[in-house]
């Protein structure tokens, strides 16, 4: 079946089937992007100590490595596709939890729940694109791949720059955040 795989050409379901994976992964990079323009907004309205400020802005990163060490762990058991699913609702409950924080404890737990579903989907779809794409397509789109995560953050720049330049409001966080599970 490998040789089967590796030998035919790139075909249209593989073609989709690599978007859908780098999809993942741009978010991934746009959320980390936003989460960090968001941050001065978040604490001129809260006004939060600097240690708070620094366990809200780790906690993406806490769910992320807590999230790249199950990911592998859970897609033997689930499956890649189904996990890569799962991740991407994680993702977008971490992102409504976040947007419509009140205060630190919520916007803590939703970014780690970003940060959770960020750290499943980095390999996830990345062995999921190599299983399902031919030999001589593979390693050009495993690389492709990984450059949407700086895609993300590009898109991410541009989104956050419209919204700051045309809403007028210390509310804009709430949106950024929102955003990264849309």
Not at 6 to 32: C, H, K, M, Y
Not at 78 to 107: E, H, Q
Not at 138 to 152: D, E, H, P, S
Not at 166 to 171: I, L, Y
């Amino acid at each position: 079946m490998t040789l089967l795989l590796d030998e035919s050409p790139l075909n249209g379901i593989q073609r989709w089937l690599w978007v859908l994976s780098t999809g993942g992964t741009l978010l991934d990079g746009f959320a980390i992007f936003v989460f960090g323009v968001a941050m001065p907004l978040i604490i001129a309205e809260f006004h939060f100590q600097s240690d708070v400020v620094g366990l809200i802005a780790a906690s993406l990163m806490f769910g992320a490595v807590f999230g790249a060490g199950l990911g592998g762990v859970m897609s033997d058991r689930l499956g890649r596709k189904p996990l890569m699913l799962i991740d991407m609702i994680i993702v977008c409950a971490g992102a409504a939890a976040s947007a419509l924080a009140k205060g630190p404890t919520m916007l803590f737990i939703g970014q780690l729940l970003v940060g959770v579903g960020i750290g499943i989907d980095f390999p996830v779809s990345s062995s999921y694109v190599s299983e399902v794409l031919p030999k001589r397509n593979r390693a050009r789109l495993m690389v492709a791949t990984i450059a949407c995560q700086a895609l993300g953050m590009l898109l991410a720049a541009a989104i956050t720059l419209v919204l700051l330049k045309t809403v007028d409001s210390m509310q804009n966080w709430q949106l950024f955040l929102a955003s990264e599970g849309v």
